[in-house]
């Protein structure tokens, strides 16, 4: 087994010369690998002809503040049972990738799922914009920070009796934790 790590840090070694990329290791065969945008596709290429054929699946996280989402690429080598964590960071105000879905087939739903809950256009999937289960949404997609479920629910559900804002509440006991704490809180 000795050997199979010695390689992955030779392929981690290899592609932070190559791509410039920020590597953190999460576990024992974990790692995190942040890459800029445009290095993004031809970086997935590479770890998939060292190995790191599957996709076990593309997620996204909305980074509000920061006015960006980030798109990570879980990969894995069956052979060696090394993860990958691959990760890039997309302006939210425009979000726009390049699909991968030529690279691995799956892509394709997984690229759906993150346009339809977060609004992320992947160019070159042309059915990426038909709904999978939101199939008569109108507003923001679901899973963005700004979405107001709540504001949602009683525009699109007047006749109900909402007796708690409970985002209201948790943004109260929230402000009591940062205080009670001095404002370390994680999480």
């Known amino acids: 087994m000795t050997n199979s790590m010695n390689n992955v840090q030779e392929i981690l070694e290899s592609i932070k010369n ?17 890459s800029q945008p445009e290095k993004t596709i031809p970086l997935l ?15 996204c996280v909305d980074w509000i503040e920061q006015k960006k989402f980030e798109l990570v690429y879980i ?13 890039t960071f997309i302006d939210r105000d425009n979000p726009v990738f390049t699909t991968v879905k030529d690279m691995w087939p799956t892509a394709e739903w997984y690229e759906r ?8 256009e992947f160019e070159g999937n042309e059915n990426c914009k038909k709904p999978m289960i939101l199939e008569v949404w109108n507003d923001l997609p679901p899973l963005r920070k700004d979405f107001d479920p709540l504001k949602y629910s009683k525009e699109h559900y007047p006749d109900r009796e909402y007796e708690k804002d409970v ?21």
């Open 18 to 34: 190559a791509y410039g990329v920020e590597i953190l290791q999460i576990d024992t065969r974990q790692y995190k690998i942040i």
């Open 45 to 59: 290429t590479h770890l998939k002809s060292q190995g790191y054929s599957h996709l076990s699946i593309l997620t």
């Open 75 to 87: 990969l894995m080598n069956w052979s060696n049972g090394v993860t990958f964590l691959v990760s």
């Open 113 to 120: 799922d993150v346009h339809e809950f977060f609004g992320v």
């Open 167 to 187: 985002i209201h509440e948790a943004k109260i006991i929230r402000a009591d934790i940062e205080k009670q704490t001095g404002g370390e809180l994680n999480g």
